[in-house]
C-alpha cells in the first residue's frame, strides 16, 4: 500500500510537462572550446582554419563538447575567457598587450590551451616578431621560428611518451597529413618543464622535396607535437594544408583532418583538455 501511495505521487511528476522535458533535455556538454583565428594571409593557413571549422564541430556532437569560434581577438579578455574550459589557436597568436595578458592569466589560473601550426610562430623581423617571452620562451618553450621543409610533405611521426593520454591508442609510428614542418630556436630535449609527445621519426628523411636546398632535411631531431608540464597545454606543429602555389591555381591538395590517426591524437589531447582537472 505504501509503495502504491508513492507511486500515485510520483508519476504525475513524471508524466507532467516538466517532467518529460527533463528526461528529454540533452545532456549537458562536457566542456566549452573557443577557437581564436586570423585566416587573413597564407592560403594554407586559411585553408586549415576553414577545415577545423567544418571538422571540430563534428567532433563536439560526437564527444558532447561545445565548439565556437571567433576571429575577433578582443575576445580576449578575462570575462569572455570565464566561459570557456579550452582555448584553441587556429592560425595565429595574440598581439595587443591586454589580450595577452588576459591568456596567460587565463593559463596560469588552470585554463587549457591547444595551438596549431602558426600560432607558435616567430621571427624577428616580420610581422610575428619575438616579442612575447612568456609565450615563446617559457610557456612554448620553443622560442623563435628557424627554418621550415617544403613543400608540405607527409612524414613518419613517432610517439615519444606513451604515458599522456594524447597519444592514447596511437601506434608506435604513423604517417601525418602533408604539412610544412618546422624547427626551433630551443632544444626541447633540454627543457625539464617540457613532455615532447611526438618527434619526426629519422625514417622520414629526406624530408620536403624543395626546390631550395635548404628546404629539405637530411637529418635532426624535430619535435611536432608537445607539452609543457606547468600547464594544461599541447601545441601541434600540423595545421598547413597544401596548396597550387607553382600553377597559381591556389586549388587545396591536401587536408590535416582527412588523417584518422592524427585526427585521434587531436581529439584525445582535447578530451584530455577539457576533462583534466588542475
Known amino acids: ?27 549537458a556538454p562536457r566542456f566549452r572550446v573557443i577557437a581564436f583565428f586570423t585566416a587573413r594571409n597564407d592560403r594554407a593557413h586559411i585553408s586549415f582554419v576553414q577545415e577545423a571549422n567544418r571538422r571540430f564541430p563534428k567532433m563536439a556532437e560526437k564527444h558532447r563538447f561545445t565548439y565556437d569560434t571567433t576571429s575577433n581577438w578582443n575576445h580576449l579578455n578575462p570575462e569572455f575567457l570565464s566561459r570557456y574550459q579550452v582555448v584553441l589557436f587556429l592560425d595565429t597568436r595574440p598581439e595587443v598587450p591586454a589580450q595577452r595578458e588576459a591568456f596567460e592569466k587565463y593559463m596560469e589560473a588552470g585554463g587549457a590551451w591547444m ?6 610562430f616567430a621571427l624577428t ?35 615519444e611518451d606513451r604515458r599522456h593520454p594524447a ?19 630551443h632544444d626541447l630535449r633540454r627543457n625539464p618543464d617540457i613532455s615532447i609527445l ?15 636546398p635548404h628546404e629539405i632535411w637530411h637529418s635532426g631531431y624535430y619535435p611536432v607535437v608537445w607539452t609543457n608540464k606547468k600547464y594544461r597545454m599541447v601545441y601541434v606543429n600540423m595545421g598547413h594544408n597544401d ?9 587545396e591538395l591536401s587536408f590535416s583532418f582527412d588523417n ?10 582535447l578530451l584530455w583538455l577539457g576533462g583534466q582537472k588542475k
Open 198 to 212: 611526438l618527434s619526426i621519426d629519422p625514417s622520414s628523411f629526406p624530408l620536403g622535396t624543395g626546390p631550395k
Open 1 to 27: 500500500m505504501r509503495f502504491l501511495i508513492l507511486l500515485l505521487l510520483v508519476l504525475p511528476v513524471f508524466l507532467s510537462p516538466v517532467g518529460m522535458m527533463a528526461r528529454n533535455r540533452p545532456p
Open 260 to 269: 584518422e590517426t592524427q585526427n585521434r591524437l587531436i581529439l584525445n589531447a
Open 125 to 159: 623581423p616580420s610581422a610575428y616578431p619575438q616579442n612575447w617571452d612568456w609565450y615563446h620562451h617559457r610557456f612554448l618553450g620553443s622560442g623563435s621560428y628557424v627554418s621550415n621543409t617544403w613543400r608540405p610533405t607527409s612524414a613518419v611521426l613517432r610517439v
Open 167 to 185: 597519444v592514447k591508442g596511437l601506434p608506435e609510428t604513423f604517417r601525418s597529413a602533408p604539412n610544412e614542418w618546422y624547427r626551433w630556436e
Open 115 to 120: 595551438g596549431f601550426h602558426f600560432a607558435a
Open 243 to 251: 596548396i597550387d602555389y607553382e600553377n597559381r591555381t591556389n586549388r
